[in-house]
């Protein structure tokens, strides 16, 4: 079992920012890939961002150039540093993983964006 638990989701103007965590625990050796996704009111799951064990990262086209996902592999937290937000950005903010075909998702997190 793995256990994700985010944070640092809240309220912003339009062009601020915040920083998602997500730190994970349990079961969690042999993790590679962690990645943030989101979910708007009446819309899909969308993905975000995702980085791998060694670092190499992948963003949705709507986010690319605002947003940023690091890892800290010591502390098994992954980061989602959000610049320029907007309000399409409106979202609850979902930490996930996936460890031998079974997906594994935080509690989200709720961000909110003003205009």
């Known amino acids: 079992q793995v256990q994700l638990v985010e944070s640092g989701g809240g309220l912003v103007q339009a062009g601020g920012s915040l920083r998602l965590s997500c730190a994970a625990s349990g079961s969690i050796f042999s993790i590679s890939r962690m990645g943030w996704y989101r979910q708007a009111p009446g819309k899909q799951r969308e993905l975000v961002a995702t980085i791998t064990d060694d670092g190499i990262t992948n963003y949705a086209d709507s986010v690319k150039g605002r947003f940023s996902i690091s890892r800290d592999n010591a502390k098994n937290t992954v980061y989602l540093q959000m610049n320029s937000l907007k309000p399409e950005d409106t979202a609850i903010y979902y930490c996930?993983?996936?460890?031998?075909?079974?997906?594994?998702w935080g509690q989200g997190t709720q961000v909110t964006v003003s205009s």
């Open positions: 996930h993983t996936r460890k031998v075909l079974t997906d594994y």
